[in-house]
């Protein structure tokens, strides 16, 4: 056997680096299902998901016209009771999901992408442009978001359209400032030095090196948007800015019911709450088990 | 498995005398990652005498720094002790509980961090912080303060008062890390560890903390555990060494002998990998270690080295290594240390022929550049002029702060100079900023950094990192393209696997040779190399030496190589410029500086490096602290540390960068043949002592 030492060798890799690489990824997502947090999480949206999907078919009485007695409290007949016109509240919970998880996703995902875009620019550029974007961001920031929210409706008159695009807007800023510190960490990074020497474009650096870079801190917002805006849409339509009737949303529902509580008629008021935070819950728990992924 | 019967020789090395500070039995550590316990420690076992200074070294990912962490039980939540006992002064600390614990850490054992300046509360002054590790022992707060005052006179600050006023940001980092060592010393520990205690700190400093750290170790009864991948450090510091390889210790024994005659073959390697002896790339390519590290909870059933190991057999794959006493108080773990002498030296013909001076690739002259902070001109560099040839490589050296990044990233146009400096390449004059200079010009010079993590975009696969910078670089497209990655992967000995995969699944020294590749995509004129093996280990490091001295041999590319490390420097530095204070102070052929006469600063900077071979110096102290950039001192910014200072001159005259010898630049006014014969009588001095002592130098 030669025994002399090999000069400058081929350093081997393991024949298994790809294999390993899906293992990992395999590790990473058991242990995701592993959190109990997060399969709590997922099992509640999934069944909300389910049951605005199917609506209808599934709900035991039809949600708007048919009329019983008024309110009937929980009971073998009607599980979650009747409303004040006779409807049947477990239906009207089961469809009302259906405008929230529209609403609620699309807000989100307009104020994630708006809030992306800005954060993305103002980290990279830095300068006059961050200055600029940043006092505007930081003005919004100040202003509250539910007052706002319920200044413009009123003003543009309300639509699910306007809904989106006004709690869209508003969580923008709040988005940007998030994307904006993760892209301030990559922009030091030595492969945006290397990028700039050898003569790469600003949009080319942003969208190519940088971006996928700090895409999970943005899915990790997402979430926790999406969180908020179910929240912040109930509570405009409970405010009447919101989603319109007929819809059996749930804010809708809690405010059209809540006055009933004091003669003792909770359940119409009570099960379309708990359906609102166990939406905020759900998604939130979701939200935690990412970032502490992320954060790994 | 074999048939062989698996011969269970655990270890009972040579057992010294006097009983152990610090008596670690075999023991094994997992650390539970994703749900599954990964090995990370297979069976460690030393101990340390009281009065005794233990080092551990090894590559990272060796287990050094988890055996230093388990000796105070200072695990992460994740790590799991599946067997064997610390027994620090008898008391097996693995039984301890919470409370227990503390009031061990109290009062018997110490530790002392790489990073000084997160070791010190960082909004509260320095006093208080020593005080407390005082009251903590029960001291009542006057006491306190009279023993932190002797503490920090004990680790030669001078003026204590001073020290204990401030805040551990207005102190500098051998400062931080001398008053921690004094509130490390506050209980006199019988344990005292240190982990890395000077890696973040320049040669100079280090060095005076190092005299520092042995000077108490010598009067202390403490046992010291000290961990340091810097070999050199170990060696000027213990008395004996471990060294570890996944996760066992694989050869143990007193220091010099460890050093001079290894009987591993993992410590020969790693000690053929360094550049010592003044051994530059014209002479022999580096020894390297073939191979990786074993990835942390692969299951190593024999001996853990067999992968890369040169004398390996059969035998080796079957049987554990026995403990092989080799006398002394030295053992090797391994059944071939009788055929060490048989693993060869890289031949001298493989190196690369001395390049001879070519055209001039870049000129500077004049180059300054100021930084504006808090309304005050900060210069950074000041009127710097240098040459660099053709094919050669121009070595930058100084502490940090001396402004030899600022000058990298000046040549490379991610800094703009001030106004009335030029920086030319070939025969124009470049552009400030990279942005503004023409592709032709970006493609000419290109950077290989310091960190290949942070260096190359973790979301790429290594294929497209190389295409972009290939496409964008030299203006091709399609089919050429891969052929030119094709190309330059084989240069750099990476194969088709590797350009599929992302930076995260290559090891360090794999990262570090696809930026390198990466930085050869245009095939450039110059390559600005900041640190390009400060990150990596030193079996990598000598590959990487390697790759780039091939690489520059084949295509002539000039090199201008940052480092602190002068062995790396040494090895492949053609020429070396020295600088201080962002002005050059000497500029010289590689040999001419190692040689001398030199500039009173780059005499000390040589003196300071830990040496590894055991050979004695005079260490030149420099006194105080680097002026700031923003107030340089005047005349020769240098008087204020100098240990050859001319009262009523140097003050007030700043010396001219002149020629002393052909090719020879110098920044002084002591004339070189005085110089020659200041240095020469600091040489004998040392020889005379070596004549008289033992080669330990106090």
Request: hydrophobic share 40%; proline share 7%; aromatic share 6%.
């Amino acid at each position: 056997m030669d025994a002399t030492a090999t000069v400058g060798p081929v350093t081997p890799v393991g024949p298994t680096l790809r294999s390993e690489r899906a293992q990992a990824r395999r590790e990473t997502l058991a242990l995701l299902f592993r959190k109990p947090g997060f399969l709590i999480g997922v099992v509640i949206l999934a069944m909300w998901a389910v049951f605005a999907v199917l609506g209808e078919s599934i709900a035991p009485y039809d949600p708007f016209n048919d009329f019983a007695r008024r309110h009937v409290p929980p009971g073998p007949e009607h599980l979650f009771g009747t409303d004040r016109l006779g409807r049947d509240v477990l239906s009207r919970v089961i469809v009302g999901a259906r405008d929230v998880l529209l609403v609620a996703p699309l807000a989100a995902i307009l104020g994630v992408v708006a809030g992306s875009l800005l954060g993305l620019i103002m980290g990279y550029y830095r300068g006059f442009i961050d200055d600029a974007i940043s006092r505007v961001v930081e003005a919004f920031l100040s202003l509250p978001v539910i007052l706002v929210a319920l200044l413009t409706l009123v003003v543009l008159g309300s639509s699910t359209l306007v809904v989106v695009l006004v709690v869209g807007i508003l969580f923008t800023p709040i988005v940007a400032r998030t994307v904006r510190s993760a892209v301030l960490s990559e922009r030091q990074l030595d492969y945006v030095t290397a990028a700039k020497l050898r003569g790469e474009s600003g949009l080319y650096i942003i969208t190519r090196e940088i971006f996928p870079n700090v895409l999970g801190p943005i899915v990790v917002e997402l979430t926790v948007r999406f969180g908020y805006a179910i929240f912040t849409i109930a509570t405009l339509s409970f405010l009447g800015v919101g989603i319109q009737p007929p819809s059996p949303d749930w804010g809708l529902t809690v405010s059209d019911e809540y006055t009933n509580m004091i003669s003792g008629k909770w359940w119409p008021t009570l099960f379309p709450a708990l359906a609102i935070a166990s939406c905020v819950v759900a998604v939130n728990l979701i939200a935690d088990a990412l970032q502490s992924l992320t954060g790994e | 498995m074999s048939a062989l019967p698996n011969v269970e020789i655990e270890p009972t090395p040579p057992v010294p005398s006097k009983a152990a500070a610090l008596k670690v039995e075999d023991l094994h550590l997992a650390y539970v990652v994703r749900g599954i316990p990964r090995p990370v420690l297979r069976g460690v076992s030393f101990e340390v005498k009281p009065g005794e200074s233990y080092g551990l070294v090894g590559e990272s990912g060796c287990g050094k720094s988890t055996t230093a962490y388990a000796a105070v039980r200072y695990l992460p939540r994740n790590a799991r002790i599946t067997k064997g006992r610390i027994l620090v002064a008898g008391d097996d600390i693995v039984k301890k509980s919470g409370d227990e614990l503390r009031t061990f850490r109290t009062r018997h054992a110490s530790m002392v961090y790489q990073d000084p300046g997160s070791a010190l509360n960082p909004s509260t002054k320095v006093g208080p912080q020593v005080v407390e590790a005082f009251t903590i022992l029960g001291q009542d707060q006057k006491r306190a303060r009279d023993s932190a005052l002797a503490a920090l006179q004990r680790v030669q600050i001078a003026d204590p008062e001073r020290v204990m006023g401030r805040y551990p940001h207005q102190l500098s980092g051998g400062m931080q890390q001398r008053v921690v060592i004094a509130m490390a010393l506050a209980s006199d520990p019988q344990l005292l560890v240190l982990d890395e205690p000077t890696t973040g700190l320049d040669a100079t400093v280090e060095a005076s903390v190092l005299d520092l750290v042995r000077a108490l170790i010598a009067e202390t009864s403490s046992a010291v555990l000290l961990i340091a991948h810097n070999l050199g450090v170990i060696r000027t510091m213990c008395d004996r060494v471990g060294v570890m390889y996944a996760g066992k210790i694989v050869e143990e024994g007193p220091a010099a002998q460890v050093f001079e005659r290894p009987q591993h073959p993992y410590t020969v390697g790693l000690l053929r990998a360094l550049p010592r002896h003044g051994v530059t790339k014209s002479e022999r390519p580096l020894a390297t270690i073939p191979g990786t590290l074993p990835q942390i909870g692969t299951p190593l059933p024999t001996c853990v080295f067999v992968d890369r190991c040169p004398l390996a057999t059969d035998l080796c794959r079957d049987v554990d290594p026995p403990i092989v006493d080799v006398g002394n108080g030295q053992w090797t773990r391994c059944h071939h240390w009788d055929r060490i002498g048989e693993i060869k030296e890289p031949a001298p013909g493989l190196g690369q022929a001395a390049i001879e001076q070519g055209d001039m690739a870049l000129q500077l002259d004049n180059v300054s550049k100021t930084f504006r902070s808090g309304g005050h001109d900060v210069p950074a560099l000041v009127g710097v002029d240098l040459q660099l040839f053709d094919g050669e490589t121009l070595g930058l050296v100084g502490e940090s702060g001396s402004g030899k990044s600022t000058l990298a990233k000046t040549i490379l146009g991610i800094e703009g100079p001030d106004v009335g400096s030029h920086i030319t390449l070939e025969d124009h004059e470049l552009g400030s900023l990279a942005a503004k200079r023409p592709s032709g010009d970006k493609r000419q010079i290109q950077m290989v950094f310091q960190n290949p993590d942070s260096a190359l975009n973790r979301g790429k696969s290594v294929r497209s990192i190389l295409g972009r910078s290939v496409s964008k670089l030299t203006g091709l497209s399609g089919k050429a393209v891969d052929d030119r990655v094709d190309k330059l992967a084989d240069s750099l000995r990476l194969t088709q696997r590797h350009l599929d995969l992302k930076p995260r699944q290559l090891s360090g020294g794999l990262k570090q040779r696809v930026a390198i590749a990466r930085a050869f995509a245009g095939d450039p004129r110059i390559v600005v190399a900041d640190e390009p093996t400060s990150a990596l280990d030193v079996s990598v490091q000598a590959a990487i030496l390697n790759v780039l001295s091939e690489l520059q041999a084949e295509s002539r590319t000039s090199y201008l190589l940052i480092s602190h490390d002068l062995g790396v420097v040494r090895y492949l530095a053609d020429r070396i410029a020295v600088m201080y204070l962002g002005r050059v102070q000497e500029v010289g052929d590689s040999e001419t500086i190692f040689r001398g006469p030199n500039h009173p600063y780059t005499e000390a900077l040589l003196s300071a490096v830990p040496n590894i071979d055991g050979e004695v110096r005079t260490r030149i102290r420099l006194d105080g602290e680097v002026p700031s950039p923003a107030n340089p001192p005047s005349g020769c910014v240098f008087h204020t540390r100098c240990p050859r200072v001319i009262k009523g001159l140097c003050e007030v005259t700043e010396p001219p960068l002149a020629e002393v010898e052909p090719g020879h630049l110098m920044k002084c006014h002591i004339p070189l043949e005085e110089l020659r014969r200041l240095q020469a009588q600091r040489k004998e001095l040392v020889v005379e002592e070596q004549s008289v002592g033992p080669v330990e130098e106090v």
